[in-house]
């Protein structure tokens, strides 16, 4: 295997083995603390700009499932159509696997969608760098001596700079009809609900979880004016960087507010900080970010708590909230927003994954609270 480098913005470099395409890249440089779940995560379009560094020490054991495409055109297990990652770190690349559902190797489903990839670096070192310096920008290059502005340095933007949403939005309306065996819990919903989804980046077990409840799932681009379509609620999906970028959605968001007509609405993790944003709040970038299977959310008000998984870098300011709103989940560990709602519509968003693919699944019952209000609203 050929010598590799991760070089961060601040110097740091970390010497390791290419296993994935051979090629130099740079990305921001993220962490994930999770054991399992590298090819739903490698495919999950809130990563795109970002090279992922995975804690875990063995990645690559139980290999890649089938990549192809299902029922309702769906990935059957990824995330995505492709990996939007711009990079793989890990510290043991396993070249040997074994799992029941594998079809093929990490290193060969690297290759082929020619994403770089290294093995042999220190994560734990890698990681504290991060913790204690924030993430930043990196670049991974595959010659032997780098120069500072060297390899793989043409694309030096700052990550918050670019409308990474706009690059992974679907671009064109797209429909899913839903399961045709509906759950006993979702069964008597009649007629067919009809919900448009805000396309931001979404991750298919989103949908999966919305058309096996009995409810027809609308598809649209990050900046489709929805509010010209007949539905009966409106759902905001999870996307990867700055909410900030997303003033087009935004503005959208907000006229479906203010509409005479009041209709229940939902948010994912990019979806709760542009609920928050439409309705006046601020949001602002996280250190490093939550990016884990094991992150520990109370709800707000009670004392229950869930262990969640989640991907995000930035984070909604609940001392903006306007007084007709209020934080609906709190993280255990910093004390950061996991969710809103409003005080007496029903619109609920939360900063985590409900829909859990791979992670926990404590929380996958907020899409029934999300089927109830549509019935609810007639």
Request: with cysteine.
């Amino acid at each position: 295997m050929k010598i590799a480098r991760l070089i961060l913005e601040d110097g740091c470099q970390f010497v390791g083995w290419s296993f994935g395409y051979d090629a130099p890249t740079t990305g921001e440089v993220v962490f994930n603390t999770a054991m399992t779940g590298y090819p739903e995560s490698l495919t999950d379009p809130s990563y795109a700009g970002q090279i992922l560094v995975t804690t875990f020490p063995l990645i690559g054991n139980y290999g890649v499932p089938d990549t192809g495409l299902g029922k309702n055109g769906l990935p059957l297990f990824m995330e995505s159509e492709k990996i939007h990652a711009k990079a793989l770190v890990v510290a043991d690349y396993s070249e040997t696997y074994s799992h029941w559902n594998a079809k093929e190797s990490l290193a060969s489903w690297l290759k082929r969608e020619k994403i770089p990839a290294i093995t042999g670096i220190d994560t734990r070192r890698l990681t504290k760098v991060l913790r204690e310096s924030g993430v930043m920008m990196g670049r991974i290059s595959l010659t032997p001596d780098p120069s500072p502005n060297g390899e793989g340095s043409e694309d030096t933007q700052d990550y918050g700079s670019v409308n990474w949403v706009e690059q992974v939005s679907c671009k064109e309306v797209i429909t899913y009809k839903a399961d045709s065996i509906l759950s006993p819990l979702t069964s008597h919903l009649s007629p067919l609900k009809r919900v448009v989804l805000v396309d931001c980046g979404v991750k298919a077990n989103i949908i999966r979880c919305l058309i096996k409840r009995g409810i027809e799932v609308v598809r649209v681009p990050w900046d489709y004016d929805f509010n010209q379509l007949e539905f009966d609620g409106l759902f905001l999906a999870n996307g990867p960087g700055d909410p900030e970028q997303c003033s087009k959605t935004v503005a959208n968001i907000q006229t479906f507010l203010n509409n005479e007509t009041i209709r229940p609405c939902m948010g994912i993790c990019l979806g709760n900080q542009l609920l928050a944003r439409a309705a006046g709040a601020k949001t602002y970038k996280l250190k490093y970010g939550h990016r884990s299977h094991n992150q520990p959310v109370q709800k707000v008000g009670t004392t229950q708590c869930f262990i969640t998984s989640q991907n995000h870098g930035y984070a909604v300011d609940d001392s903006t909230l306007p007084s007709d709103w209020e934080p609906l989940f709190v993280n255990m560990n910093d004390g950061s927003n996991e969710g809103i709602r409003h005080k007496t519509n029903p619109w609920m968003s939360a900063q985590f994954h409900p829909e859990a693919c791979s992670g926990p699944v404590d929380t996958e019952f907020l899409f029934d609270e999300f089927t109830k209000m549509l019935e609810k609203n007639g």
